[in-house]
């Protein structure tokens, strides 16, 4: 008798410590699975931002061009939360520390949408496309040359103002 109230709690102690244990593997079990469904899921490539930006660039030149500016404001809004992606989900690649060299032409291009300024969104829209190049060229892409638009690409869209 004396035997067993000295063996009872190191009996249950150890088994304590075995379900801890037991514990602790099914839950870096779950982490590894969680892990590895994370290294699956898809996350959009910085080409897939580029795509979209130059659409974004196309559609926001006729925009302005037909002084639609609440139709330019989105526009370059849309381009401004490519940008965010590339930053949020394209960190590990090298090419993503240049991105800030864009952010004045951007902020003077939106200003002149703001003023409602043909003459001046035409000249910022100039330099947003000079700045596109320029970090094309700094990060050893100066064979994607982008251009202001001749015509638009989009002949189902609309891009005068509608009253
Ligand atoms: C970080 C600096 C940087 C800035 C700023 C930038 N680009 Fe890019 N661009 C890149 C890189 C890097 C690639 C190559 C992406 C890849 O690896 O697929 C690229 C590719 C492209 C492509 C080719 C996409 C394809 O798959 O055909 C287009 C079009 C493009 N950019 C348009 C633009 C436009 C328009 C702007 C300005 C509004 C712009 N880019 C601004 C770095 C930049």
């Known amino acids: 008798m004396k035997y067993l109230i000295f063996i009872t709690p190191i009996i249950l102690m150890l088994t304590g410590c ?11 079990n779950q982490i590894d699975s969680l892990q590895s469904k994370l290294d699956r899921s898809y996350k959009p490539g910085f080409g897939e931002f580029m795509s979209n930006i130059q659409t974004h660039h ?36 090298k090419e993503t520390k240049s991105i800030g060299m864009i952010n004045l032409a951007m902020d003077s291009l939106s ?3 703001l003023k409602k300024s043909k003459i001046k969104f035409r000249k910022n829209y100039i330099n947003l496309t000079n700045s596109c190049n320029s970090c094309h060229q700094a990060t050893n ?8 638009p001749k015509n638009s690409p989009f002949s189902n869209q609309d891009f005068k103002i509608k009253n």
């Open 111 to 113: 200003n002149s949408i």
């Open 18 to 28: 075995n379900q801890s244990d037991n514990h602790q593997r099914v839950l870096q």
């Open 58 to 93: 196309a559609k926001l030149w006729f925009a302005g061009e037909n002084q639609n500016w609440k139709l330019a404001d989105f526009e370059i809004n849309e381009i401004k939360e490519n940008l965010e992606g590339i930053q949020k989900y394209c960190s590990e690649r």
């Open 141 to 148: 892409h100066e064979y994607n040359v982008i251009v202001v």
